[in-house]
Each structure stands twice: as structure tokens, then as C-alpha cells.
């Protein structure tokens, strides 16, 4: 199964209120990734693990949090939505160096 | 950091022409370099992948060009075919674990 799994597909959120998304894989890759992308935009990496070790970017280091209890899974976790987080939110994973993409969580955001 | 330029954003082809995208990467340590594909409602998927600066031909109609020296990525769809409409993403892995993407091109090809 090399399928990386996100849940939900679609999100409806609050301004204010915390949003969480979930995903998974089955493939032991040791690195997962989380990107934000909004439309005729390039997907923008916030935040990766590798390992059990969180790497996040600097423009985006206090906007997202992220957990990875074990190697399958890895949340995104926002904790005060605003509109501007509106957004296909993608996972990623990989082992070396191709990534393999779930298919998004559509997060909007009102 | 790495910024990855990709054009053109929108590209309209007839069914048999050739279809030309380009990427200019910004970071000379860049490494190892990417084209995927996305087709409405999927995931994006991996076409390529290339390493050293080489002309590669995967028999799928396709070819991609790495130009370390220019610090540019291509890819040519020699005989497109309405199958081959979707959206094409340029990525770009950086030092460590990073992988940066292009904004991508949104690919028509028409009968």
C-alpha cells in the first residue's frame, strides 16, 4: 500500500476556533511533511518531521503545531484559525528521496 | 532560502504539439530535482525524478533537461494528448530533508 491517508477531505472551521488534521501512512517512511496550498500558488512546506524530530519553517513557526505519536502518523494542528488559513492543506511522506502525496484536506475557513 | 520560479502558469497545446515548462531554482546546492503531475481530484504523483545533469527519456512522451549550470529544470511533452491535461509541478530538494516546489503549470491540451 503506498497510499498516504488524510482525513478529512473537506474541513469547515470557525475564526477563533482550533482545527486539527490527521495523516497516515503505511510505508515506515521516516520523514512526513505537511505544505499548504491555495489556488495558482506553489504547495508551501510549514512544517516536517524526520524521525521523531520537528522541523518547521520560520515564516510559519508559531502559526502550526504538529504531533507524530508513531512512525504512521503526523497531525497538523492549528490553534486559533483565521481566514487566512483557508487552504488545501497536503501530507506528505517519504523514505529517500521521492515524496508521496495524500490527496489534501480542503480547509475552510469562515 | 530556496526559491524554485515555474512558467508559464497556464499553457494551452492542440492534441500532437509539443508542451515546454521551465523551472529556475535559486540555491546551487540544490540536489535533487522533481516533476509531478496532479489531475483534477488526485493526489500529485510523481513523473520524474533527476539527479545529475542529463537528458532523460522515459518513454512516456516525455523528456526533462537539468541544467545545473543555469540552475534550470524542464520538461517537454513532445507529442501531448488531452490525457496530459492537468497541472505539472517543478520541486527542488534543498540541504537536509526540504523539498521546494514551483507554483506550477496548468496544462490544456485539446483534440
Known amino acids: 500500500d503506498t497510499t498516504v491517508k488524510q482525513n478529512p477531505r473537506y474541513k469547515l472551521a470557525r475564526v477563533g476556533k482550533p482545527v486539527n488534521l490527521i495523516c497516515s501512512q503505511t510505508m515506515n517512511h521516516d520523514t512526513m511533511y505537511w505544505y499548504q496550498k491555495k489556488p495558482n500558488q506553489a504547495p508551501k512546506l510549514l512544517l516536517f518531521?524526520?524521525?521523531?524530530?520537528?522541523?518547521r519553517e520560520a515564516d510559519t513557526f508559531e502559526k502550526f503545531q504538529s504531533s507524530r505519536p508513531n512512525n504512521s502518523f503526523c497531525s497538523l494542528y492549528i490553534g486559533s484559525a483565521g481566514l487566512e488559513y483557508s487552504a488545501m492543506y497536503l501530507c506528505?511522506?517519504?523514505?529517500?528521496?521521492?515524496?508521496?502525496f495524500g490527496h489534501g484536506t480542503k480547509l475552510s475557513v469562515l | 532560502g530556496e526559491q524554485v520560479e515555474q512558467r508559464p502558469p497556464h499553457l494551452s497545446v492542440r492534441e500532437g504539439d509539443s508542451a515546454f515548462i521551465t523551472c529556475t531554482y535559486t540555491d546551487p546546492n540544490s540536489y535533487y530535482f522533481f516533476w509531478y503531475k496532479q489531475e483534477p481530484g488526485a493526489s500529485l504523483q510523481l513523473l520524474m525524478k533527476v539527479f545529475s545533469s542529463t537528458e532523460i527519456n522515459e518513454g512516456q512522451g516525455f523528456t526533462v533537461l537539468l541544467n545545473k549550470k543555469d540552475k534550470q529544470l524542464s520538461l517537454n511533452l513532445t507529442a501531448a494528448h488531452p490525457g496530459d491535461s492537468a497541472a505539472y509541478f517543478c520541486?527542488?530538494?534543498?540541504?537536509?530533508?526540504?523539498?521546494?516546489f514551483g507554483s506550477g503549470t496548468r496544462l490544456l491540451v485539446s483534440p
Open positions: 520541486a527542488v530538494r534543498t540541504g537536509g530533508y526540504k523539498v521546494v
Open positions: 518531521y524526520y524521525d521523531k524530530i520537528l522541523n
Open positions: 506528505a511522506s517519504s523514505k529517500g528521496e521521492r515524496l508521496f
